[in-house]
């Protein structure tokens, strides 16, 4: 008489679920990528302020060949940071695709709740149903006797 629950949408869920982590992998990922970005950035900006400053004692090739490697760290900053901006701009894409798949996720979970107490009503109703026709069908018996 009692039946198993079931919801006609659970692999839709299963699907939704899927997509859902997967999503979230995505966005671990692109988190992990800029704080890399990050870093390679403050090394950066941390070699061109180390070597920025002439010393007295230094000679003209020397000086030079630093002027160029600060030249150098300066074009490497400003890619990083624009390299970081573009990172910046995929995280929060995939920070809004992450939000619409738990969306879409728990929309379905909160249907399925809904039709779980939906059927466990209907199983309760069923059951006093029956209690009530076997207190019934008891008080018949017990007014014969």
């Not at 988190?31 to 061109?48: F, P, V």
């Not at 929060?92 to 992450?98: G, Q």
């Amino acid at each position: 008489m009692a039946q198993r629950f079931q919801f006609g949408l659970d692999k839709l869920l299963e699907m939704r679920k899927e997509k859902e982590e997967e999503s979230k992998r995505l966005f671990n990922e692109s988190q992990r990528a800029k704080k890399q970005i990050e870093e390679k950035l403050e090394e950066l900006k941390g070699n061109y302020h180390k070597y920025k400053g002439i010393s007295p004692n230094e000679d003209v090739v020397y000086q030079k060949l630093k002027r160029y490697y600060l030249q150098g760290l300066q074009s490497g900053i400003k890619s990083t940071e624009n390299e970081l901006v573009l990172k910046n701009n995929e995280i929060d894409k995939r920070r809004k695709e992450l939000t619409e798949k738990q969306i879409e996720r728990k929309t379905v979970e909160t249907l399925k709740d809904k039709k779980y107490m939906a059927y466990i009503k209907e199983q309760d109703r069923v059951e006093q149903i029956n209690s009530d026709e076997l207190a019934l069908y008891a008080y018949m018996r017990g007014g014969q006797v």
